[in-house]
C-alpha cells in the first residue's frame, strides 16, 4: 500500500461547502436514513438497482450501516447523508470499486428537492 495506512486512506467522516453538510451515514442515523428512503422510493426506482430490496426493516437498515462502517474503517467507501441545514436531501458515496487510485461517485436527491443543484454541489 505504498506505506500509507489506512488511517490515512480512510475518506473524511464530514464535508462541507457549497451550503451543504456531507455528514457520514452511521448506524445512528437508522431512522433519518429510512425516512429519506421511504420518502423517495418511487422516485428512485428508475435509477437505483438498490432500490429493488426495498421495503427494508430498520434491522436491515442498520446492518447495512454497520456495514458501510466497516468498509470506511478500512480506507475503501464513504456513504454520505447530503444535508440543507436540519434536513437530509439526498445521499452520495465514494466507492472504491472501480480499479486503484479511484472512485466512483453515486449519489441521489430528494424529489422534493429537485432542480436546485443539490447533486452538482454536492459533488
Known amino acids: 500500500m505504498d506505506g500509507v495506512g489506512e488511517t490515512e486512506r480512510r475518506l ?38 438498490w432500490i429493488g430490496f426495498e421495503p427494508q426493516t430498520i434491522e436491515q437498515r442498520r446492518e447495512l450501516l454497520e456495514l458501510w ?10 456513504v454520505y447523508a447530503i444535508h440543507l441545514g436540519p434536513d437530509v436531501v439526498g445521499s452520495a458515496g465514494l ?20 432542480g ?3 447533486a452538482a454541489r454536492a459533488s
Open 69 to 78: 462502517d466497516a468498509v470506511w474503517a478500512e480506507g475503501k467507501d464513504a
Open 95 to 114: 466507492h472504491d470499486r472501480i480499479g486503484p487510485d479511484a472512485l466512483e461517485l453515486g449519489y441521489w436527491v430528494d424529489h422534493r428537492h429537485l
Open 12 to 49: 473524511p467522516e464530514r464535508l462541507e461547502g457549497h451550503g451543504l453538510v456531507l455528514q457520514r451515514w452511521t448506524p445512528a442515523d437508522v431512522e433519518a436514513m429510512d425516512a429519506a428512503i421511504t420518502a423517495n422510493v418511487e422516485h428512485l426506482r428508475a435509477r437505483m438497482h
Open 116 to 118: 436546485r443543484g443539490l
